[in-house]
């Protein structure tokens, strides 16, 4: 069983997924979903007496899933994702940058304060969930370059460090 928490706005989210037979259970808070594989990516998902049939395809890393009335785009996180790191383009390790484009809710570090690795520098809002970016290795805070409310991207780095 995997366990995943997510932040939205000041709650937080408990959910799991496990294997179940051919398929998944999905626990979202109090809610429980049985995902099953029907056909070439097309899946059953039902709660309680309620069903419905959602599509799903890969295409490049990218996973497109069609609800009926909801069409949703998701990849994978990386490791390097899971730490604030946006793409490959951004696995400059003295550079930090948001993983998707949003608002700085929270600025966690000043300039010249020493962090670890994978410690928590920002948190950026983005679709209404917050998003922790951490620091990709140890070093030295040398930049701050926005503040609580600035809204950003993922193209330009949010802190800079001094790696030892």
Sequence with gaps: MNKYQFICGSGK???SVEKSGQGWRVTIGESVYEIDPIHNGLFAIANGERRLF???VKHKGIYY?????VQLELTEASDAASIGVA???HKVK????APMPGRVVKV???VCDEVKERQQLIIVEAMKMENPVSAPAAGKVKAIHFAQGDQVDTESPLVELELP
Excluded: P
């Design 13 to 15: 989210l408990d959910t």
């Design 94 to 97: 003295d550079k930090v940058f």
């Design 54 to 56: 959602a599509a799903g």
């Design 87 to 89: 793409d490959e383009q």
């Design 108 to 110: 966690l570090v000043s």
């Design 65 to 69: 899933i069609d609800l009926g009335r």
